[in-house]
Nanobody, 127 residues
Framework: QVQLAESGGGSAQAGGSLRLSCVGP????????MGWFRQAPGKEREGVAV???????RYADSVKGRFTISRDNAKNTLYLQMNSLKPEDTATYYC?????????????????????WGQGTQVTVSS
């Protein structure tokens, strides 16, 4: 079981930017669907963005046009570029890989589809 590790979180002002990274030591996930998820205090975890092995991306409506998911297969690294941050983006962000061979959209998030959860990285956006 490969556990992924997220980094790059921190504090930002509304309108600012942050870039999150996700790595899995010893794990090559170029052929897998990968995703970013977030969980705000008192709320359930939700899907943010996914990227399929062919580079197809999909986003939650709440982040569309502001966030960009990408992957560098040579570095085995997944990224989430977050621009125009809003206070409601405040959450712990996680990455994971899809384990059944599909690539469900963020709106169809179900925890049973994803594996490799790390500790997450905290993002705090102030107004």
């Amino acid at each position: 079981q490969v556990q992924l590790a997220e980094s790059g979180g921190g504090s930002a002002q509304a309108g600012g930017s942050l870039r999150l990274s996700c790595v899995g030591p010893g794990y090559t996930y170029s052929s897998d669907c990968m995703g970013w998820f977030r969980q705000a205090p008192g709320k359930e975890r939700e899907g943010v963005a996914v990227i399929d092995s062919d580079g197809t991306t999909r986003y939650a409506d709440s982040v569309k046009g502001r966030f960009t998911i990408s992957r560098d297969n040579a570095k085995n690294t997944l990224y989430l570029q977050m621009n125009s941050l809003k206070p409601e983006d405040t959450a712990t962000y996680y990455c994971a890989r899809e384990q059944w061979g599909g690539c469900p959209p963020p709106a169809g998030y179900s925890p049973v589809d994803w594996t490799g959860w790390g500790q997450g990285t905290q993002v705090t956006v102030s107004s």
